[in-house]
């Protein structure tokens, strides 16, 4: 699928919630997850030498963010990429409805 043939299907609310989504998990594509699979086969390398303090998984795979973001921090991201793409914020009615 292209690019525009996304952009076509997908609303600019549903396009900020997957990029903020991605934002705090990592990519989305499992080829791209290959991370975890390395820091898995690192962290039984390292132990299987027999070091003095044994690793963990996480020691070898890349911290996405330094500090986790507030709800409220990363509400504010998804606003700005919202309005970055020209979307608008539509406010709900006391009855739930959009």
Do not use: C
């Amino acid at each position: 699928m292209t690019v525009r043939e996304l952009l076509a299907r997908t609303s600019s609310r549903e396009l900020t919630e997957w990029m903020a989504y991605e934002k705090i998990t990592g990519p989305l594509d499992t080829r791209l997850r290959t991370d975890i699979a390395a820091g898995i086969v690192a962290a039984t390398v390292h132990n299987s030498q027999g070091p003095k303090k044994r690793a963990k998984v996480s020691d070898f795979i890349p911290t996405w963010f330094k500090r986790r973001k507030t709800p409220a921090e990363i509400w504010q991201d998804v606003l700005k990429a919202n309005a970055a793409l020209g979307g608008s914020i539509r406010e709900r009615t006391q009855e739930g409805g959009s």
